[in-house]
Structure formats: structure tokens, C-alpha cells
């Protein structure tokens, strides 16, 4: 099982990119693709799901090129867009037959399905209401369910957390680290603790490219000997902002405690810490901010 992102772009009006020369190799496990908003994360999902077409580059599955053959990754695919959208008069339960059969799941094996998923999101008890009386967290857990309706070998997940509660939160994430044994898991998301949570590999993507794919531990030893902790006065805490890289500040009695990373010893005081994913996850999108602003590639 392989899917083999070969230099992507995607280019709109404008003079827009969502993004650039953006290549990736991925094998069964989960990849935490983690970037700000607008970064270009929903456009290569969408990419990957067949509902848009790269302006160049291509995407192969297990050896097929997907821009030719779409049905050969539609086949076997679980995809949660950003924005999806259910039919409000529906139950849970006939909106999830209906999609089951738009993906020629057969009516018997559909139904015993249906009913593993909605006790799977925690859904049982509501699945005959009309999804127009669901919360948005609630919604939430109907899409996921219908993503994994075809036991997909591919999984794809777009901001799936968002209005989830941290209980749902949690949940989901062991789903999701259950679900990674024999197929690929792409879960993109702007929040770093659902990433550190699941992930076996992360991609950093700011800017429609792609800023380096590692292993978490691989991305925490990028910032080993770089995060400072600076204890400083409350009246020095907006300056300190303008000139470093602020990951963190806990107000305690003796001043602030803030968390910087950055090459140089901020201070007199300052001292090493050990590094979190969050902190390399600023580190890389701040040094490509800065890339950007000086007009390097």
C-alpha cells in the first residue's frame, strides 16, 4: 500500500497558490499533515479525494495515477472535508444508508455496519433523530462515521475535531490510532496536540510547501538546544514579543516565565528546556514566514 505525491501545485486566479512542488511518499500508519490556516492543507486533500485537479503534478496509488483513474483511489477511500454538510430532515441512520449506497455497499452488510459505527462515535442513542437537532459536535461524529462506512484503506480527515468537546477529542483520537494498523491515515489539522497525540510521521506545510516530514522525535530533535525558558518583568513582556519567538508565558510571582526558541540565549538568566512538538512546530512555520518576507523560495 503506497501513495506517492510527485511535485503537486495547484494554481488559481490571481496568481494564487494553494500549493507548490509539494511531494510526499506515504505507507500504512498516520500522518499528521499540520500547518496554519490557508497553508494549502484542505487543497491537497481535496486533491487526494478526486474532488479537484492539480494544475500539475501528480498523485499515484499503489502504482495508478488517480488524475487518470480517480475510481481507482474512490474505491477505497474515507474522506471527512472541512465543510461537510448533512441532510438536516434525515436521521443519522438513513442518511448513513443513503451514503452506503452511493458506495454500492450491499443493503444487509450496510446496516450491520451502520450500527458498529454509531456505537463507535458514541451515536446509538441519538440515531433515529434528525440530524437538524444534532450539535456541531454531534454532526462531526456522523462524518467520521460515514468515512469509515467502506472499512477504507485509505482514511483522510480535514480538521476532524473541530467542535468536538475534549471528551469527543480524545475519543477520536484513539479511533483513530486503532484504525492505523493496515491503512493510510491523513489527518490535517491546525492543532499540534491532536498531531502528537496519533501521529507516526508529521508534514509541516506553510505556504502550499512543504517544510519537512519526520518523525515526532525527529521534529523535536530539530529544536534541541533552542528553546529557552527567560523569566522577566511584566513591562518587558511586549518587547520581548517583537523580538523573539514566543511559544509560551506562565505569569508567577517572581515575573514571567516565557518559552523562546530561537538559536541565541535571549538573556541573562535564560536556560535550556527540553523541546515540544509545538515548539518546533513554530519554529519551522515562523522560518518560512521569514523566508517568505526576505522573498526566498
Avoid at 462506512?149 to 483513530?176: C, H, K, Q, S, Y
Amino acid at each position: 500500500m503506497n501513495l506517492t505525491i510527485d511535485c503537486v501545485s495547484k494554481h488559481y486566479e490571481g496568481d494564487v497558490w494553494g500549493l507548490r512542488d509539494f511531494s510526499l511518499e506515504l505507507k500504512p500508519g498516520v500522518l499528521g499533515l499540520l500547518g496554519p490556516n490557508g497553508a494549502g492543507k484542505s487543497t491537497l486533500m481535496r486533491i487526494l479525494a478526486t474532488t479537484t485537479k492539480p494544475t500539475s503534478g501528480t498523485a499515484i496509488w499503489n502504482g495508478t495515477d488517480i488524475r487518470k483513474n480517480p475510481d481507482s483511489i474512490r474505491e477505497v477511500l474515507g474522506y471527512l472535508p472541512q465543510d461537510f454538510g448533512v441532510y438536516p430532515n434525515l436521521s443519522a441512520v438513513e442518511f448513513l444508508q443513503y451514503i452506503a449506497a452511493i458506495k454500492g455497499i450491499e443493503a444487509g452488510a450496510a446496516k450491520r455496519r451502520i450500527a458498529e459505527l454509531l456505537a463507535l462515535v458514541n451515536l446509538g442513542e441519538a440515531r433515529k433523530r434528525p440530524l437538524g437537532s444534532y450539535s456541531g459536535g454531534m454532526k462531526q461524529r456522523v462524518g467520521i462515521a460515514q468515512a469509515l462506512l467502506n472499512d477504507p484503506e485509505l482514511l483522510i480527515v480535514d480538521e476532524p475535531t473541530a467542535g468536538l468537546d475534549p471528551e469527543e477529542r480524545v475519543r477520536f483520537r484513539n479511533l483513530l490510532s486503532e484504525l492505523a494498523g493496515e491503512r493510510i491515515v491523513i489527518l490535517s489539522t491546525h492543532i499540534v496536540s491532536d498531531v502528537e497525540a496519533v501521529a507516526t510521521t508529521i508534514a509541516l506545510i506553510g505556504t502550499g510547501r512543504l517544510l519537512t516530514h519526520a518523525t515526532p522525535e525527529d521534529l523535536l530533535r530539530s529544536v534541541t538546544g533552542k528553546v529557552w525558558e527567560w523569566v522577566i518583568p511584566s513591562a518587558e513582556l511586549a518587547n520581548a514579543k517583537h523580538r523573539y519567538l514566543i511559544t509560551g508565558s506562565v505569569r508567577r510571582e517572581d515575573g514571567v516565565h516565557v518559552r523562546i526558541v530561537g538559536e541565541a540565549k535571549p538573556g541573562d538568566g535564560a536556560v535550556h528546556t527540553p523541546p515540544t512538538l509545538e515548539d518546533a512546530y513554530l519554529f519551522h512555520i515562523s522560518a518560512d514566514r521569514q523566508r517568505q518576507g526576505n522573498g526566498k523560495p
